[in-house]
């Protein structure tokens, strides 16, 4: 047995350390927390101090029996987690559950380097236990919001407990939900930008433009007509030295926001790649705020610029956070070894590890440097005239009359601009920008600057062209994962270590959502003057379009409002942020974490009291009333229900029973119009005949799908059930057909084999069994051979599928998984841990990882979009499907048929 065992969180981490401390040394990992609150339950007493009961978790029993034995063997226990709250966390909870002593020898270092661990070895310490209650206090006062907020959304929001609240994920929500509104409520207002392009020296083009848009197309197009048989002449040419600095390197924000613009990766992904290349020693720690890099890693990156690029590129930098809680002891993210180039490892970490690599080695390197040039030229108009007095003759007897009548008052005076602007930029020396370039969140192509062609003051400049085209405003952007932790951090919520985390929770809880969205078409309008003639033409654009965006949902957007009426500190982006300052405080040992939950505990919990007694109802469905159905002339209403959110017609009487009809993706509550909610009950619709049967669209628990002579076949995702044409259902029809028949191959053990293609792909059919044919093998091309081929393969992994079984008891088994082994105890699953051997596993081991309980858990109802409101004393299940249409009760049975 080592003489020293050294406990890390990270199996990978501990292969890397293990490697360079010798045979003296055995590293072990716990696999993250081995203890934490028990979920079910407060398990907070709020009368003793916030004291926490902490349990072992059942699934780390065993791990936490072996490191027992393994530390009573050893002289020397070194505990060696992350150096950050978490991890001293993790050190103090193996402390107490394995009952080492308070002087226990704890290590910390940023990078896994055989330096970096043989430094920490020299200088140990013991577990920071203000560090520990900063952790505390923040699992704490989490566990409080959660477990005593959460039923109040339950009560008063909808029934089911699926609803829950958190701190920091209430915030993003707010944000979120408070973005979309401004969204919804942007009204886009349009001008007109003057640009025009000058033929100089006659093949060469310098761009330029008015400084200021004109309000009016009535306005462009009489600027314009003043321009006929205009000169232009360069007026002034204005030169100045310019520079750009290079950003400096990633903190867990940046990272995440750069890794989102230029990869495409979301912040948990770009946080699961980082923490691999740092288990691989390839990079320092990556939860961080500091923008610091210690000397050692300056003098490293000054030695590769000077052998890769040469000393003038080297210019060295201490960049400083203005976040006044930012951990400036700790470093920011960079590569251990600037030498390395390639990180190793898959594609993700490739490309993540480059970006990082090439962020930290510029921050190091000289600026760039520039030359601006700004064009003045000067516009003589024909006329000599420098503005226009429109009057009641002039409209009249102008070329645009109509145009300018119509937003041009008679009486107005335009005071038509005379110099147009032109710029460019000339990189002198490239410094940085050899290496690296920051990305911007919605880059404006517009705003780039080219080289200009020679010019002199006085020239005279020939016109090409000038237009006046119509732009619109746009609303702020709908947040990506990334530019919502730049706002986050902007506003000092959350800490480097939340950012994934909250994201990821408010989109798991179905508030939010992540997707595309499709743009619009609109028209706007163009004028030209060319060679003394101006035209006018319309064209069309595209706008609106945003990818990876996070849209509220309205389960989402319901538990929004009510946080903010009812619980406005919960929401409070102030009072947030001052309670991460308060964590802060008391990792710095300057605040009691029980007098913070005591001051915090009070009034929220007298707020839950009030709430909870108290009889509202205003959120209960957030209904909205949307006018009424034409038709029948009852009332037409939008609200959230268990299975999410519906248009209803009618009320729920003794005599006849409302009509239901599920939103559509992308329908929020609050905007859903009168002809929106009506067209939901359309469906189910005849779109036509074909082979004298009727096609009926509807929508069923497997969502869209058209009826034809008695069976179903699904519309795909880009097919629209309300819009779908009758030519459009003839095809899946007939693809359905002919992805259905099945060929014949031959016999194998006296039984037909058979190939076709169904619901999930092309397969091989032989004694009742389907055996998928993988991706990269063509259908057509299949002979007998290799789909005798695949169904042996297909027994073999059937019989491979359980690697142990106990005859005494059935419900437990130890399986072959497709992520690796794991126990199936009932209907539960159990990660087994990666350093015990699956094969060797007791029945009695096997029921101490599952908690001794074999029972089946109580699994929820799979909600489905399509699934109708939930059954009240007043509405059934069966009315729950009905439609405004007779042929409701067709939908019905096919939605079970399905």
């Not at 190939?755 to 991706?775: A, C, L, Q």
Request: charged share 30%.
């Amino acid at each position: 047995m080592s003489k020293n065992l050294v406990i890390v969180e990270s199996p990978a981490k501990a292969k890397t350390i293990e490697g360079y401390l010798g045979k003296d040394f055995t590293v072990k990992s716990s696999f993250g927390h081995v203890r934490d609150l028990p979920k079910d339950g407060l398990a907070v007493d709020v009368t003793d101090g916030f004291r926490p009961s902490y349990e072992i978790s059942p699934d780390k029993k065993k791990l936490v029996s072996e490191l027992k034995s393994l530390a009573k063997a050893a002289d020397e226990v070194w505990l060696a987690t992350d150096d950050d709250r978490e991890g001293e966390a993790i050190s103090w909870h193996l402390k107490e559950a394995l009952g080492l002593r308070d002087n226990t020898k704890r290590i910390v270092f940023r990078e896994i380097t055989k330096n970096a661990i043989l430094n920490a070895i020299k200088s140990p310490r013991t577990i920071d236990v203000d560090l520990v209650n900063a952790q505390q206090a923040r699992r704490v006062l989490d566990r409080l919001v959660g477990y005593e907020l959460s039923p109040v959304l339950w009560r008063k929001i909808k029934g089911g407990q699926s609803l829950s609240a958190g701190r920091v994920q209430s915030v993003a929500l707010r944000l979120v939900v408070e973005r979309e509104r401004e969204v919804d409520s942007h009204q886009s207002k349009s001008s007109f930008k003057v640009t025009a392009q000058f033929i100089v020296d006659g093949t060469k083009v310098l761009n330029a433009e008015l400084p200021k848009n004109f309000a009016t197309s009535g306005e462009a197009r009489a600027f314009l007509q003043q321009c006929i048989g205009a000169t232009y002449t360069i007026k002034n040419l204005e030169t100045k030295p310019a520079k750009k600095s290079p950003a400096p390197p990633f903190t867990t924000s940046t990272l995440q926001q750069e890794s989102s613009r230029k990869l495409g990766y979301s912040v948990d992904r770009t946080m699961r790649i980082a923490q691999n290349l740092y288990e691989a020693g390839k990079i320092s720690y990556m939860r961080t705020d500091s923008l610091n890099l210690s000397q050692e890693a300056v003098d490293k990156a000054v030695a590769e610029i000077s052998t890769e690029f040469g000393e003038k590129y080297i210019q060295t930098r201490h960049f400083k956070n203005k976040n006044e809680s930012a951990q400036e002891a700790h470093e920011a993210i960079r590569p251990t070894n600037f030498n390395d180039r390639n990180a190793g490892g898959d594609r993700d970490q490739k490309r993540l590890y480059e970006l990082i690599w090439k962020r930290a080695i510029a921050s190091q390197m000289a600026d760039a440097q520039l030359e601006r040039t700004t064009v003045t030229i000067n516009i003589k108009f024909a006329n000599g005239a420098t503005a226009t007095v429109i009057t009641e003759a002039s409209v009249d007897d102008s070329p645009f009359a109509d145009v300018i009548d119509a937003q041009v008052a008679p009486g107005k005076t335009i005071t038509f601009p005379s110099e147009l602007v032109a710029q460019g930029e000339v990189i002198k020396f490239d410094g940085f920008l050899r290496v690296y370039l920051e990305s911007k969140d919605d880059d404006d192509d517009e705003d780039a600057k080219g080289m200009l062609p020679p010019l002199s003051i006085g020239q005279d400049l020939n016109l090409g062209q000038m237009k006046a085209t119509e732009k619109f405003t746009r609303p702020q952007p709908r947040y990506a994962e990334a530019s919502l932790v730049k706002k986050l951090e902007e506003m000092g919520i959350g800490r480097p270590s939340t950012y994934a985390p909250t994201i990821s929770t408010i989109v798991n809880r179905g508030y939010v959502v992540k997707q595309d969205k499709p743009g619009q078409e609109r028209k706007f309008t163009e004028f030209t003057l060319q060679k003394d003639r101006i035209s006018e033409t319309s064209g069309k654009e595209n706008f609106g379009s945003e990818k990876a965006k996070l849209f509220p949902t309205n389960t989402g957007i319901v538990v929004n409002d009510f946080l903010v009426e009812y619980f406005p500190d919960i929401v409070d982006f102030k009072f947030t942020a001052t309670v991460e300052k308060d964590f802060d405080e008391i990792a710095d040992g300057k605040m009691n974490w029980q007098t913070m939950l005591q001051d915090f505990y009070g009034d929220f919990h007298k707020n839950i009291e009030e709430i909870q007694g108290s009889s509202i109802v205003s959120f209960k469905t957030g209904a909205r009333e949307l006018g009424l159905d034409p038709r029948t002339g009852k009332k037409v209403s939008a609200r959230l229900g268990k299975y999410g959110a519906y248009a209803q017609i009618g009320e729920a009487t003794d005599e006849e029973k409302p009509q239901y009809a599920n939103l559509r993706d992308g329908m929020l509550i609050e905007t859903i119009s009168l002809d929106d909610a009506l067209n939901l009950f359309s469906l189910p619709r005849e779109v036509g005949f074909f082979e004298d049967q009727a096609m009926t669209i509807g929508i069923g628990k497997f969502g869209p799908y058209v009826k034809h002579d008695g069976k179903y076949v699904s519309l795909t995702k880009e097919d629209d059930p309300y819009t779908i044409s009758a030519e459009r259902t003839i095809e899946l029809i007939q693809q359905k057909r002919a992805e259905s028949v099945s060929e014949a191959l031959g016999e194998y053990e006296g039984t037909l084999v058979a190939t076709g293609k169904g619901r999930f792909g092309p397969y091989v059919k032989h004694n009742d069994k389907y055996i998928s044919i993988p991706r990269n093998e063509q259908l057509a091309t299949l002979t007998l051979d290799r789909a005798i081929e695949l169904i042996l393969a297909k027994r073999q992994a059937e019989a491979n599928k359980y690697i142990k079984e106990f005859p005494e008891n059935p419900a437990v088994k130890v399986v072959n998984g497709q992520y690796g082994p794991y126990l199936a105890v009932g209907k539960r699953n159990v990660k087994i841990p990666k350093d015990v051997d699956p094969a060797l596993l007791t029945l009695e081991q096997c029921l101490e990882m599952a908690g001794g309980d074999t029972t089946p858990s109580k699994t929820p109802a799979k909600k489905t979009a399509a699934k109708a409101p939930a059954k009240t004393k007043t509405a059934t299940a069966k009315t729950a499907t009905a439609t405004r249409k007779p042929a409701a009760k067709e939908k019905a049975v096919a939605s079970k048929k399905k």
